[in-house]
């Protein structure tokens, strides 16, 4: 089957870094993507992932060893506002137009 | 502004009856999607259309069903076969399917 693991809930202070895992086992692999989402609100999309190594953008940066089928999302000067749930969503080969979807990291931000 | 409109963002039925939940993209998206959300959880894929008059069944389908008569709508109805329609229901769109995709502000439904 296909599985995506990520940790269910993470705590960090405001200001800090936070990193939220997500590792993957799926038949075919075309990138990998974080989404972000508020409580009660919609995914927004934050980063894709096709090729091995370090995107950033901004405060928020999306790392992937395809070698080793994980990756992570790196959240810098945290703040209040980027508490919420975010997800890692894998595009595998045999899923033609389809996400593959992770349960879930919830961001807890102390003050 | 372009974007996804869902309506309506709350929705009660009684058990037994079907209920059509609506979703219009403005964006010239050729793809749309419909997924369901428990809580706590991830996204599961419901159905998929890549372009009009055609749809695919994703992880979850039974019990509902779609149209996509016009590339801008993409209504889902939940029929009263579905066991436990309570949930938060997000529909989405991409330009090709792939990457990236835009996501509406979703219709919670509960069944009573």
């Known amino acids: 089957g296909q599985s995506l693991e990520q940790p269910s809930e993470v705590t960090a202070v405001e200001g800090a870094i936070v990193q939220i895992n997500c590792t993957y086992q799926?038949?075919?692999?075309?990138?990998l993507s974080w989404y972000q989402q508020h409580d009660g609100g919609a995914p927004t999309f934050l980063s894709y992932n096709a090729l091995d190594g370090l995107e950033e953008t901004g405060r928020f940066s999306s790392f992937l060893s395809r070698s080793d089928s994980y990756g992570y999302l790196l959240l810098q000067e945290l703040q209040m506002k980027d508490s919420a749930s975010y997800f890692c969503a894998v595009r595998v080969a045999d899923s033609n137009y389809q996400l593959i979807w992770g349960a879930g990291t919830k961001l807890i931000i102390k003050p | 502004d372009g974007g996804i409109t869902q309506s309506p963002k709350y929705l009660f039925r009684k058990e037994g009856q079907n209920v059509t939940l609506s979703c219009e993209q403005n964006?010239?998206?050729?793809?749309m999607y419909w997924y369901r959300q428990d809580p706590g959880q991830g996204l599961r894929l419901i159905y998929y259309?890549?372009?009009?008059?055609?749809?695919q069944k994703g992880d979850i389908a039974e019990g509902y069903s779609v149209s996509r008569e016009k590339k801008e709508s993409f209504p889902l109805t939940v029929t009263s076969a579905q066991k436990n329609p309570t949930a938060f229901y997000l529909c989405a769109s991409s330009p090709d399917g792939y990457n990236e995709q835009f996501f509406g502000p979703g219709t919670r439904l509960t069944v009573l």
């Open positions: 799926t038949s075919g692999f075309y990138g």
């Open positions: 964006l010239n998206h050729d793809a």
């Open positions: 259309s890549q372009i009009v008059n055609d749809f």
